[in-house]
């Protein structure tokens, strides 16, 4: 026998773990390493202590870098306010309630420091030197119930003071100018509450706890509101204006603007003396002033302030004004605003005496027309209207497209594309009343027999005169009876077919009415955007902070009159402001109000008066590959809308509100608000109509419509339109039947007799030439509806 050793389980054997040394040399862990060097993963954690070693110097680092950033930007804010020549802080203090009034409150706040104001007497403003606060302040008291003068105050304000009173609540007036001045967009807003005699200290808590309630819903970055009868809450709203930083509004980011001190007018040359504020003011650009236009500079003149010496005495030297800048000739902004069309620019010329020798030598007017090679001759013409060119002819469907029972249609808009021209009337063919079966395209007809004329007449009414319900009424709102007295074809002779809204060509620039050669088209906006302020940061100009003369060429002498208690500003325009375009507004309803009065559009500093198209807003421009929207005529309330107009260029996202007019003209209704959305001309404003017809008899897919037209020429006009019903079915008009308008359509399933049959037509809108708005003027009796007289 063979010898077995014995083994132990390999579990049972005891390994010993390598020796370590914590305290290896250099050396060694080289010669460990082998030339490796070890690379910590970007994954793993570090230990403990140098986590918390990492997080303690980043967070001191983002800490310092934080605290330099906001010390930078309020030095930036401030750095024009600061110095003995520094520009004062602008305030505009607009009073809410009829008990209060802004020269009290302007008082207070200059014996709380123990200042003195200076008023200027030709434009009403407040001077006030805050040596304290080493700085000064610039007052422009407003009067109660001036809604324009405070919206042009808070244009160029570094502050705003509304003053409340703890006795009378606002009224409807105050709560529209906070919403406007909201939609506007508001500077840094300080609150306080003034009246003749201090508040009881039992009711003083509570009447300040609601007062600030009330100003929180339209400022909630106020957190108290000062009491101008308190010593202390004097002294802190002064202090709050002196050494704040003001909130500039964004949409005055890039434009310059000046709030005038002196304004002088001799012949037609406007001199304005002030403070250049914003951006670089260019004097190539041209100058807005509010109520008369846009202007010319001639040229730009320094106005420095006498300095003051220690003793508080003016120095006897003069400084003379100095030219600081002229317009270049060949960059300066012209007042041309719209093209000039020529009519005769597309005129066919007559053909010359060679052209007319060289067709009469092709083809010999005796024989005629040369027959057509066999086998060209296509199998099927096709019937084009009289007056319709190619592109419109091709929308017209033929008799064999005509026949699909389960083509796709969309829900608002099936129907096959024709144009709406006149074309030539056809005789038809009349039913007579003893025919009882007809076999039309292998398919049984109902049977069909003309009605008495009274009995018609009484049918029609009770059918029109029926309840419609409201859901009914939603679902259709663009419904609309067809005349008795005019043909359809007539009336709507404008209106066109459309398979489907979302995806039917249209073409942007067919049958464009004569305002559009006016206009300019821009071939990419937001590039021309870009390059027109980057050009304006490069161009540069005189510096804010500046106070300077402005002379402003061919103004009227009407421009010139200060109204006291009013603001006098001027605002500089960019490159191509002033060129009128295509502009479109996406607003919401704030009001009811029914589309058919002109309103004042406040956008950026203009104001115009409008008559705005509106149109359905859709993000993304909305589906399918054309840019065609459906007309709106009102304004929804609860949802976004597009208002277009003609008007002169906006850059970025204005601001912008609708006011109507009232009987008090300053007391204007706010009828919407929102911002400019884009200036494309390409945007197609569809308004849709909707034919609606009542089935008579029905045979399963088959029925006989009635009430949609009167006379068999219309159905034979309309017949290539595609049809569909309140349920969801598609058809097609077959033939007509008698002489009343009644016709046989096809459906691609059974349709019953609660159903109504709609036929949806569609024609562009166009929008409304905008006017300059002026203070002042009666409401224009231009401004008409969005719809043609007879289509109301």
Same mark, same amino acid.
């Given at each position: 026998m063979t010898e077995t050793t014995h083994h132990h389980r390999p579990t049972l054997k005891q390994k010993n773990k390598p020796f370590k040394s914590k305290h290896a040399s250099k050396g060694a862990l080289k010669e460990v390493a082998k030339g490796r060097t070890q690379r910590q993963s970007p994954k793993a954690r570090p230990s403990a202590s140098t986590a918390a070693a990492q997080l303690r110097t980043n967070r001191r680092n983002n800490a310092k870098q934080v605290q330099l950033k906001k010390r930078q930007s309020l030095v930036s804010a401030t750095r024009i306010f600061s110095g003995v020549d520094g520009a004062p802080r602008i305030v505009a203090v607009i009073p809410l309630t009829e008990d209060v009034k802004a020269r009290d409150v302007t008082e207070r706040l200059a014996q709380s420091i123990d200042g003195t104001l200076e008023e200027v007497p030709s434009t009403g403003l407040q001077k006030l030197r805050a040596d304290r606060f080493k700085t000064s302040l610039q007052f422009i008291p407003l009067a109660y119930r001036h809604m324009y003068a405070a919206l042009d105050a808070c244009k160029v304000a570094d502050y705003v003071i509304f003053v409340l009173s703890p006795n009378v609540e606002v009224d409807q007036w105050g709560d529209t100018l906070l919403r406007t001045l909201q939609a506007q967009g508001l500077p840094e807003v300080v609150t306080v509450v003034s009246s003749d005699e201090p508040m009881d200290p039992k009711e003083k808590s509570g009447v300040m706890k609601s007062l600030l309630s009330f100003i929180q819903y339209f400022v909630p970055s106020q957190s108290r509101v000062y009491d101008m009868h308190h010593s202390a809450d004097t002294l802190n709203a002064i202090r709050a204006l002196s050494e704040g930083k003001p909130s500039g509004v964004k949409w005055r980011e890039g434009r310059s603007y000046i709030l005038a001190e002196n304004v002088d007018w001799t012949d037609g040359m406007l001199s304005v003396t002030g403070i250049v504020r914003g951006a670089h003011l260019s004097p190539n650009r041209l100058i807005h002033l509010p109520n008369y236009g846009d202007f010319q500079i001639a040229k730009i003149m320094s106005a420095p302030l006498p300095r003051h010496s220690k003793s508080g005495k003016a120095d006897t030297m003069e400084i003379e004004p100095q030219l600081l800048a002229e317009p270049d000739e060949s960059?300066?902004?012209?007042?041309v605003s719209s093209n000039d069309p020529d009519d005769l620019e597309n005129e066919q010329t007559w053909p010359t005496e060679e052209e007319m020798q060289g067709a009469h030598n092709g083809v010999d007017a005796s024989q005629g027309i040369p027959d057509a090679r066999v086998g060209t001759t296509p199998k099927a013409v096709r019937k084009i209207p009289k007056g319709m060119s190619e592109y419109q002819a091709a929308w !017209? !469907?033929?008799?064999?497209?005509?026949?699909?029972?389960?083509?796709?249609?969309?829900?608002?808009?099936?129907?096959?594309?024709?144009?709406?021209?006149?074309? =030539?009337?056809?005789?038809?063919?009349?039913?007579? #009343?003893?025919?009882?079966?007809?076999?039309t395209d292998g398919?049984?007809?109902?049977?069909?027999?003309?009605?008495? %004329?009274?009995? %018609?007449?009484?049918?029609?009414?009770?059918?029109?005169?029926?309840?419609?319900?409201?859901?009914?009424?939603?679902?259709?709102?663009?419904?609309?009876?067809?005349?008795?007295?005019?043909?359809?074809?007539?009336?709507?002779?404008?209106?066109?077919g459309l398979r489907s809204f979302?995806?039917? #060509?249209?073409? #942007?620039? =067919?049958?464009?009415?004569?305002?559009?050669?006016?206009?300019?088209?821009?071939?990419?906006?937001?590039?021309?955007?870009?390059?027109?302020?980057?050009?304006?940061? %490069?161009?540069?100009? !005189? %510096? #804010?902070?500046?106070?300077v003369t402005v002379y402003i060429k061919d103004v009227p002498k009407e421009a010139a009159q200060v109204v006291p208690g009013r603001p006098f500003v001027v605002f500089s325009l960019l490159q191509h402001e002033h060129k009128k375009t295509v502009l479109n507004f996406a607003v919401q309803r704030n009001t009811e109000y029914d589309g058919s009065d002109p309103l004042i559009l406040c956008v950026g500093p203009r104001r115009f008066l409008v008559n705005p198209v509106y149109s359905q807003h859709l993000r993304g421009g909305g589906k399918g590959a054309n840019n065609v929207h459906k007309f709106e005529r009102y304004l929804r309330h609860g949802t976004t809308s597009v208002a277009t107009?003609?008007?002169?260029?906006?850059?970025?996202?204005?601001?912008?509100?609708?006011?109507?007019?009232?009987?008090?003209?300053?007391?204007?209704e706010l009828v919407a608000m929102g911002s400019f959305l884009h200036p494309d001309t390409t945007r197609i404003i569809a308004k849709r109509i909707i034919l609606t017809g009542h089935p008579f008899k029905i045979h399963k897919k088959t029925a006989t419509i009635r009430y949609m037209f009167f006379n068999p020429e219309d159905v034979e006009y309309f017949k290539p339109i595609q049809l569909h019903t309140k349920y969801g079915r598609t058809g097609h008009i077959k033939e007509s039947l008698?002489?009343?308008?009644?016709?046989k359509a096809h459906f691609d399933g059974p349709i019953n007799q609660m159903d109504t049959v709609c036929m949806s037509l569609y024609k562009r809108v166009y929008p409304k030439w905008s006017e300059l708005w002026r203070e002042g003027d009666a409401p224009s009796s231009t401004g008409t509806s969005n719809d043609d007289a007879m289509e109301e």
């Amino acid at each position: 026998m063979t010898e077995t050793t014995h083994h132990h389980r390999p579990t049972l054997k005891q390994k010993n773990k390598p020796f370590k040394s914590k305290h290896a040399s250099k050396g060694a862990l080289k010669e460990v390493a082998k030339g490796r060097t070890q690379r910590q993963s970007p994954k793993a954690r570090p230990s403990a202590s140098t986590a918390a070693a990492q997080l303690r110097t980043n967070r001191r680092n983002n800490a310092k870098q934080v605290q330099l950033k906001k010390r930078q930007s309020l030095v930036s804010a401030t750095r024009i306010f600061s110095g003995v020549d520094g520009a004062p802080r602008i305030v505009a203090v607009i009073p809410l309630t009829e008990d209060v009034k802004a020269r009290d409150v302007t008082e207070r706040l200059a014996q709380s420091i123990d200042g003195t104001l200076e008023e200027v007497p030709s434009t009403g403003l407040q001077k006030l030197r805050a040596d304290r606060f080493k700085t000064s302040l610039q007052f422009i008291p407003l009067a109660y119930r001036h809604m324009y003068a405070a919206l042009d105050a808070c244009k160029v304000a570094d502050y705003v003071i509304f003053v409340l009173s703890p006795n009378v609540e606002v009224d409807q007036w105050g709560d529209t100018l906070l919403r406007t001045l909201q939609a506007q967009g508001l500077p840094e807003v300080v609150t306080v509450v003034s009246s003749d005699e201090p508040m009881d200290p039992k009711e003083k808590s509570g009447v300040m706890k609601s007062l600030l309630s009330f100003i929180q819903y339209f400022v909630p970055s106020q957190s108290r509101v000062y009491d101008m009868h308190h010593s202390a809450d004097t002294l802190n709203a002064i202090r709050a204006l002196s050494e704040g930083k003001p909130s500039g509004v964004k949409w005055r980011e890039g434009r310059s603007y000046i709030l005038a001190e002196n304004v002088d007018w001799t012949d037609g040359m406007l001199s304005v003396t002030g403070i250049v504020r914003g951006a670089h003011l260019s004097p190539n650009r041209l100058i807005h002033l509010p109520n008369y236009g846009d202007f010319q500079i001639a040229k730009i003149m320094s106005a420095p302030l006498p300095r003051h010496s220690k003793s508080g005495k003016a120095d006897t030297m003069e400084i003379e004004p100095q030219l600081l800048a002229e317009p270049d000739e060949s960059s300066a902004d012209s007042l041309v605003s719209s093209n000039d069309p020529d009519d005769l620019e597309n005129e066919q010329t007559w053909p010359t005496e060679e052209e007319m020798q060289g067709a009469h030598n092709g083809v010999d007017a005796s024989q005629g027309i040369p027959d057509a090679r066999v086998g060209t001759t296509p199998k099927a013409v096709r019937k084009i209207p009289k007056g319709m060119s190619e592109y419109q002819a091709a929308w !017209i !469907i033929d008799e064999s497209d005509e026949d699909g029972d389960g083509e796709d249609g969309d829900g608002e808009g099936n129907g096959g594309e024709v144009e709406m021209e006149e074309v =030539e009337e056809e005789e038809m063919v009349e039913l007579h #009343p003893e025919d009882t079966e007809m076999e039309t395209d292998g398919k049984r007809s109902v049977a069909f027999q003309d009605l008495d %004329e009274e009995e %018609e007449e009484r049918q029609l009414q009770s059918w029109r005169n029926r309840k419609r319900e409201e859901e009914d009424d939603a679902a259709f709102p663009d419904e609309i009876d067809t005349p008795l007295d005019v043909p359809a074809r007539t009336r709507f002779q404008r209106y066109r077919g459309l398979r489907s809204f979302r995806t039917s #060509p249209w073409d #942007p620039y =067919e049958n464009l009415p004569r305002d559009y050669a006016r206009i300019f088209q821009f071939e990419d906006f937001k590039r021309t955007e870009r390059a027109v302020k980057r050009r304006a940061e %490069e161009e540069g100009g !005189i %510096e #804010p902070g500046t106070r300077v003369t402005v002379y402003i060429k061919d103004v009227p002498k009407e421009a010139a009159q200060v109204v006291p208690g009013r603001p006098f500003v001027v605002f500089s325009l960019l490159q191509h402001e002033h060129k009128k375009t295509v502009l479109n507004f996406a607003v919401q309803r704030n009001t009811e109000y029914d589309g058919s009065d002109p309103l004042i559009l406040c956008v950026g500093p203009r104001r115009f008066l409008v008559n705005p198209v509106y149109s359905q807003h859709l993000r993304g421009g909305g589906k399918g590959a054309n840019n065609v929207h459906k007309f709106e005529r009102y304004l929804r309330h609860g949802t976004t809308s597009v208002a277009t107009i003609y008007g002169p260029v906006v850059y970025g996202k204005q601001p912008c509100t609708l006011l109507r007019e009232t009987e008090d003209p300053q007391a204007p209704e706010l009828v919407a608000m929102g911002s400019f959305l884009h200036p494309d001309t390409t945007r197609i404003i569809a308004k849709r109509i909707i034919l609606t017809g009542h089935p008579f008899k029905i045979h399963k897919k088959t029925a006989t419509i009635r009430y949609m037209f009167f006379n068999p020429e219309d159905v034979e006009y309309f017949k290539p339109i595609q049809l569909h019903t309140k349920y969801g079915r598609t058809g097609h008009i077959k033939e007509s039947l008698g002489t009343h308008g009644y016709y046989k359509a096809h459906f691609d399933g059974p349709i019953n007799q609660m159903d109504t049959v709609c036929m949806s037509l569609y024609k562009r809108v166009y929008p409304k030439w905008s006017e300059l708005w002026r203070e002042g003027d009666a409401p224009s009796s231009t401004g008409t509806s969005n719809d043609d007289a007879m289509e109301e």
